[in-house]
């Protein structure tokens, strides 16, 4: 039988060995999602792979954004937003716009059984892009006015032509391209002409038109079209666009 000291540092150095062998374990961002490891690329069979970054803070304490970075079949990653649902989500709609460049680029989607929806698109860097409302109250912005609703327009105009709807068109979900100097950042539209730079967000209600349902609640200081519950109907994404843009103050 060994001495009892000899058995002591036996088990000292399995001990030692063991914890050796066992890996370090992952670290993940506070306040981030750790099951969405993968994802899958937007109208493809192809996998991604999906790294949370940091969670973003907005206005909405119910709304889950992230920042993560996407690797695709590149060798490099690129930066992206992941928005976390419950329910339906209109990519339909959301790639329409997007290919139209008035959306965030749809990249891929997650969905695990019993876990909320993971949508990742494009990135809109805060540095450059602020909503409608936030940049309205910038000095010297009435001169943009103009040129802003007939983007909007067309956004309008190309939901109206594919029978599509948003139904949540208000000035919050636009957001404005805008340079150091608070100009607004134009880019050439479909016709080659000079358009600004806006992009339509939150396609959760979005689909066809009259098969898709406003929620039950809704925001009772918002004018809304249709009713709680009712479908969204072509014609009312306009509707809400015309209810806050005459009370939209551009300051000059």
Known sequence: MLPTHHIILLFANLKSRTLNQIPPPTKFPPFTPRIYKSCVLYDQSISAHLEFKAKVNTTNPNRLLFTALLQNRLPETIPVFVKLINGQYGGEVH??????NFA???HAYSELEGAPKAIVMGYLDPSSWMTLSAYSALPNTSRFAGPI????????TI???????HGDLRCPNVMVNVS???????VNDESGNM????????????????KVFYPLLRNAGITWPGHPGGPIQKGHDKKIVDSWWHNLIFAV
């Open 159 to 165: 939901l109206l032509k594919n029978g599509k709807v």
């Open 195 to 210: 358009r600004p730079n806006i992009m339509v967000v939150d396609f959760d209600w979005a689909g066809d038109a009259g």
């Open 149 to 156: 609703r007939l983007a909007l327009n067309t956004v309008l």
């Open 104 to 106: 965030p680029t749809l």
């Open 95 to 100: 790639h329409l716009l997007a290919q139209h």
């Open 180 to 186: 150091s100097t608070g100009d607004l950042i134009y």
